[in-house]
């Protein structure tokens, strides 16, 4: 048999504000070159390619597909012409002819697009090209259910913890050429119009196992960005080449609102294969910059110090982005991280609010996180934090904090990320001891699919706390923008920037990239806070 992996575009757009982001990724896909790593590695013939790069670089509209009426069309009557004309538009992008199967990667966007895209492309691939279709990634329940009840997709692989999908697909692969597949673990299906869903068994040897995703077949090139800065003078130009990759696996900490909390285990590959892996990579493809798709680079310090030591020593030359918990950093560690080619942290603060902190098990410490952010800024490491808002009981008082903290270290905190809380983790699965009851609100192909609402047992009603936590996304957008920090950096440009000779001026510039063209613009001077100013 042969198989194409395909990882499908979606529109991505602010469901809030309704605007399009500037979410332009030119980072390969981690889930198909990591299936496609593992096929290769089973003999299995099978090619992939990146749908949603070619389909940027084609200027292929796709808000099309954020129009729910169509959508809901094509899902329930079999036929849109309008989708269907710009599915067979992206299809046109690639190579599907001669395959047995065809597996779709799809990306929930927070709108109607993920689902809309992979029923267009599903139905050709099935009525023109007679595929099997497999699809998967990381989506709603009722994003799969629509998609096998349309018939255009035939099976579903779920992204289970215990059993990978990078396991699963290669057993289907052997299942289908058996006239077994229906039996595969961990294979979902309509079965007598209800979803079947194939159990799996525990396999702590492939759960652990971490795979070295594989880059053959990708449009490389229209990832390369080519970045130009102008300053005192002089021009620096670079074509930066960024590629994911992963050693931890799930997070040693339990969060109650992320998903990895209610996840069996968490672990971390071998420091030695970590830098055999990068070094191969960066010598395969030709670039020393990566982007490490980890839950944290730093799940305890005695690893980060091994790994940190490891890559100073091996030297394979590579420079890194990643996230990062600020528990257990201390100045000796991030002088090691910088050292190994740290470039950019991106740190999950969340909130500012003690008792917010205390409720979502966050084991920060603010004061300790203030010195990290310094320590950051005098090492020439570019800092970054995620915050969230709109936390059950969260109020104005809380918020506050928040602002605070991001007046006094607005010379630190180079990027914020802000989110609003959506339900997950610990306090999703057990919300009533986290004080709140789950509502049902209008899930299915609404404009924000995150819409599970919640009561907050003896606070607000989900209608009151919806539009409080308006309030305060609006309190903290507005201190962003007032601080002059930015609210959306690429590791492309850190991984410039921080390369040459003026980078540790521009960690206290403003500049601005140009979209479109990679040209950065310096801005004007972003200056210190002094004590009037918190004052104020």
């Known amino acids: 048999m042969r198989i194409k992996l395909l990882y499908l575009p979606r529109f991505s757009i602010n469901p809030f504000e309704g605007s399009p982001s500037l979410d332009r990724l030119y980072v390969p896909p981690l889930g198909i070159t990591t299936l496609f790593s593992v096929l290769k590695r089973e003999g299995i013939q099978s090619e992939q390619d990146d749908l949603f790069i070619k389909t940027l670089n084609a200027g292929i509209d796709l808000s099309v597909f954020n129009d729910q ?112 597949e229906k039996e595969t673990a961990g294979v979902e299906f309509l079965e007598n119009g209800v979803v079947k869903k194939n159990p799996v068994k525990y396999d702590e040897k492939k759960a652990k196992e971490i795979v070295v995703p594989n880059f053959d077949g990708l449009p490389l090139d229209l990832y390369t960005y080519e970045m130009k800065l102008r300053m005192e003078g002089e021009e620096y130009t670079s074509k930066i080449l960024v590629l994911p990759y992963r050693f931890v696996k799930g997070c040693p900490y339990s969060c109650a609102f992320c998903r990895c909390s209610t996840e069996p285990f968490w672990c971390c590959k071998p420091v030695e294969e970590v830098v055999e892996d990068l070094r191969f990579l960066s010598q395969r493809y030709n670039t020393p910059y990566f982007f490490f798709l980890n839950s944290e680079v730093n799940p305890t310090p005695s690893y980060t110090q091994n790994f940190c030591e490891a890559l100073i020593e091996e030297d394979p030359g590579v420079k890194w982005s990643a996230c990062a918990n ?27 609010s003690p008792k917010v902190l205390k409720y979502i098990h966050k084991p920060v410490e603010i004061n ?14 570019w800092a970054e934090i995620d915050m969230i808002c709109g936390f059950p009981f969260e109020n104005v008082e809380d918020v506050e904090k928040n602002v605070n903290f991001l007046r006094k270290n607005k010379r630190y905190v180079k990027t914020v990320y802000l989110h609003r809380f959506f339900l997950d983790g610990l306090i999703k699965e057990h919300p009533e001891k986290f004080g709140i009851r789950l509502r049902s609100v209008g899930y299915k192909l609404s404009s924000n699919l995150r819409q599970e609402g919640f009561d907050e047992i003896g606070g607000l009603k989900w209608e009151d706390r919806r539009k409080l936590t308006e309030q305060l996304y609006a ?55 002094n004590e009037t100013e918190l004052q104020k």
């Open 326 to 352: 600020f528990t257990g950093l201390n100045e000796d560690l991030l002088k090691k991280m910088k050292e190994a080619g740290a470039c950019r942290l991106i740190f999950g603060l969340e909130s500012l």
């Open 69 to 180: 009426e169509k959508v809901r069309k094509l899902a329930e009557e079999g036929e849109e012409n309008t989708l269907e004309e710009y599915g067979e538009r992206i299809l046109n992008l690639t190579r599907v002819k001669g395959f047995d199967v065809v597996g779709i990667s799809l990306f929930d966007a927070d709108n109607p697009s993920t689902l809309g895209v992979a029923l267009s492309i599903a139905k050709i691939l099935k009525e023109r090209y007679g595929c099997t279709v497999i699809a998967g990634g990381e989506i709603p329940f009722y994003v799969e259910e629509t998609l096998l009840r349309s018939g255009f997709v035939d099976y579903f692989i779920p992204n289970h913890f215990i059993y990978p999908p990078e396991f699963i697909l290669p057993q289907f692969c052997e299942f289908y050429e058996q006239g077994r």
């Open 475 to 529: 309190m903290i957008k507005k201190c962003i923008k007032e601080s002059g920090i930015k609210e959306n950096t690429e590791a492309h440009e850190i991984f410039f920037l921080s390369s040459l000779p003026v980078w540790k001026k521009l960690l206290d510039m403003r500049w601005e990239r140009i979209e479109g063209t990679g040209e950065i613009v310096v801005k004007e001077l972003q200056g210190s806070v």
């Open 368 to 381: 300790h996180a203030e010195s990290i952010l310094k320590l950051c800024h005098e090492l020439g490491i």
